[in-house]
Nanobody, 124 residues
Framework: QVQLVESGGGLVQAGDSLRLSCTASGRTFSTYAMGWFRQAPGKEREFVSR????????QYADSVKGRFTISRDNARNTVYLQMSSLKPEDTAVYLC?????????????????WGQGTQVTVSS
């Protein structure tokens, strides 16, 4: 069982940066691939980024490529999402997810565990 807690969201202006964190409970964090998804009101949950267990492989949605960076610190059981050049369309609840599967990491149904989410609001 893994429990995930996100933090770092907030209200920022377009062009600003934010760093989200997601801290996991348990001793087996390094055995999980981690992902970030987001969900805006009235929209489906969408893939943002994911990182492999050792942190050597990353993947991004086209909409955030070049602006967002995912990283992880397995010693701290934490995955990060550094977001820069934020746009109003990045406004959403950002959710952290963990999976022990080896599958399509861009699909939300590939993940076993989810955090509660943290709100990011970008004003124009």
């Amino acid at each position: 069982q893994v429990q995930l807690v996100e933090s770092g969201g907030g209200l920022v202006q377009a062009g600003d940066s934010l760093r989200l964190s997601c801290t996991a409970s348990g001793r087996t964090f390094s055995t999980y691939a981690m992902g970030w998804f987001r969900q805006a009101p009235g929209k489906e949950r969408e893939f943002v980024s994911r990182i492999s267990r050792a942190g050597s492989i990353t993947q991004y949605a086209d909409s955030v490529k070049g602006r967002f960076t995912i990283s992880r610190d397995n010693a701290r059981n934490t995955v990060y999402l550094q977001m820069s050049s934020l746009k109003p369309e990045d406004t959403a609840v950002y959710l952290c997810a963990a999976t022990d599967k080896h599958t399509d990491y861009a699909r939300s149904d590939s993940y076993n565990y989810w955090g509660q989410g943290t709100q990011v609001t970008v004003s124009s």
